[in-house]
T-cell receptor, first 115, second 114 residues
Framework: DGGITQSPKYLFRKEGQNVTLSCEQN?????MYWYRQDPGQGLRLIYY???????QKGDIAEGYSVSREKKESFPLTVTSAQKNPTAFYLC??????????????FGSGTRLTVV | LAKTTQPISMDSYEGQEVNITCSHN???????ITWYQQFPSQGPRFIIQ???TKVTNEVASLFIPADRKSSTLSLPRVSLSDTAVYYC???????????????FGAGTRLFVKA
């Protein structure tokens, strides 16, 4: 079945470390997104990518970086510049323009904790 | 970008019908209304989408008045497993490519009691 795979499910980061969260999709979707969710809060957009080799900052991009070298993959790096990275991170994708679809497909998330 | 307003939380009992209303006063002509359900430590999943009037699927119904400034998600005969957060999103979600920046609010926390 097609879908979005996020790994790892749980990730622990030491102070000052960079960590990378993986997101892979086999839906043939063009656009991919990274969201951050804090306890009891909604989703906030970190970065999004419309096509390969292109991406734009979302509302809370500071301290994060992304790449989009392949259509299927959109990894997120949480850098040491992100002072409060403990959160639940969700990757999502949307179908191409004109395709039948219903908006976002989400992965199962990665819970990042600073230790 | 259309902003949505939903109740923060709702309580219900098993077997009851639950109606969650979402306000979206500045909805644009091309915008669709989509509802998602999220369980703890999982990604949101699609429930239903509509543009106007009424849409029904095996899970829920969506009622949209003529002015489209609000919508109501109706869950028939809820069970304990329907306890979740429900998000109302407004945007041109069918365009896909375009990188639209749909706003996810805090959603509505539904708690179903036995």
């Amino acid at each position: 079945d097609g879908g979005i795979t996020q790994s790892p499910k749980y990730l622990f980061r030491k102070e000052g470390q960079n960590v990378t969260l993986s997101c892979e999709q086999n839906l043939n979707h063009d656009a991919m997104y990274w969201y951050r969710q804090d306890p009891g809060q909604g989703l906030r957009l970190i970065y999004y990518s419309q096509i390969v080799n292109d991406f734009q900052k979302g509302d809370i991009a500071e301290g994060y970086s992304v790449s989009r070298e392949k259509k299927e993959s959109f990894p997120l790096t949480v850098t040491s510049a992100q002072k409060n990275p403990t959160a639940f991170y969700l990757c999502a994708s949307t179908p191409p323009a004109g395709a039948r679809g219903y908006g976002y497909t989400f992965g199962s998330g990665t819970r990042l904790t600073v230790v | 970008l259309a902003k949505t307003t939903q109740p923060i939380s709702m309580d219900s009992y098993e077997g009851q019908e639950v109606n969650i209303t979402c306000s979206h006063n500045n909805i644009a002509t091309n915008d669709y209304i989509t509802w998602y359900q999220q369980f703890p430590s999982q990604g949101p999943r699609f429930i239903i989408q509509g543009y106007k009037t009424k849409v029904t699927n095996e899970v829920a119904s969506l009622f949209i008045p003529a002015d489209r400034k609000s919508s109501t998600l109706s869950l028939p005969r809820v069970s304990l497993s329907d306890t979740a957060v429900y998000y109302c999103l407004v945007g041109d979600t069918r365009t896909g490519t375009g990188g639209f920046k749909t706003i996810f609010g805090a959603g509505t926390r539904l708690f179903v009691k036995a």
